[in-house]
């Protein structure tokens, strides 16, 4: 028999969480008890918007479900909501006004992260898989920078690395660089030349970040392509780290299928384990609104 609403604990905050890969909500009371959860299809505000709303829409209801109230009954609770594609103050308001949440912060999904990674400690997080992004945080100021897309930004990401790749393959073959394993198995693959750049007409951010993992191998096997490639990325971490203002004394969080292998280049700076989840980071900052 479901219990009445009087038995219920009272929710306090929702934190929703959004990307290429899917969507997450989460319900959670005023000590921090998760009371419902919900997942749903992808949110990226800017690709597709309706489809991030109905998305999201979708796992509110799930998680209303998982906590035994009516989202009518949330609406006037604190959220928070970091997605994909906010790329904009005017985007975000946007999503906050679509959503039957009166009381949603709506932000990129930087800022989700770097709280679920960091919790409330000072330190930077750099978030690295087929796309990247830096961000620091130290009291109560947050900045980011990167993660504008593969095309004109993403350094050090798989992307990144296996487009860098490409071009360092072309210029074994012009003579100007020596041969590598890493980079002898990919011409032979490509054929050459000439399906390198067919190859590059057509691949896409995450065709070319399908070469990261053999990348990163490659460097761990001493391969001088792999390693030059890693170096270059932990240059850029770096350029970006000092862009943000962080410190020598200051921890800093490798988050991403491929951010994790930067620490055997970083092994002068202080590298913690993420404390939590982009979904943790927007239940944090939701219930850090003043009721």
């Not at 919790?119 to 796309?131: E, H, K, N, V």
Request: glycine share 14%.
């Amino acid at each position: 028999m479901p219990f009445a609403m009087t038995e219920a604990p009272t929710p306090f905050a929702i934190g929703l969480d959004g990307g290429g890969s899917g969507c997450r909500v989460a319900i959670c009371d005023a000590s921090g008890v998760i009371l419902g959860r919900g997942e749903g299809g992808p949110a990226n505000a800017t690709t597709d918007f309706d489809g991030t709303i109905r998305h999201l829409c979708a796992a509110l209801d799930i998680a209303c479900a998982g906590a035994g109230v009516a989202v009518a009954d949330l609406a006037g609770m604190p959220a928070h909501a970091g997605l994909a594609g906010v790329i904009s103050a005017e985007v975000g308001d946007r999503v906050a006004r679509a959503l039957p949440l009166r009381r949603v912060t709506v932000t990129e999904d930087s800022d989700t992260m770097l709280a679920g990674a960091l919790g409330p400690q000072d330190g930077s997080l750099a978030a690295i898989g087929t796309g990247s992004f830096f961000a620091r945080q130290a009291g109560d100021a947050s900045r980011s920078v990167g993660g504008w897309g593969f095309q004109l930004s993403d350094q050090a990401s798989g992307a990144w690395l296996g487009h860098e790749l490409m071009k360092l393959a072309l210029h074994v073959s012009d003579g100007l660089v020596a041969e590598s394993p890493l980079m002898r198995a990919v011409l032979e693959e490509l054929g050459g030349p000439p399906g390198l750049v067919a190859f590059g007409r057509r691949a896409l951010a995450h065709d070319y970040a399908a070469y990261a993992p053999r990348i990163v191998e490659a460097a761990k096997a001493g391969d001088s392509a792999g390693l030059s490639l890693m170096w270059q990325g932990a240059t850029f971490l770096r350029f970006a780290l000092d862009g943000l203002g962080h410190r020598a004394d200051e921890p800093l969080c490798l988050t991403g299928g491929v951010g994790v292998h930067y620490a055997r280049y970083l092994d002068d700076m202080v590298l913690i384990p993420p404390k939590g989840s982009a979904l943790d980071g927007a239940l944090a900052l939701a219930r850090r609104v003043p009721a």
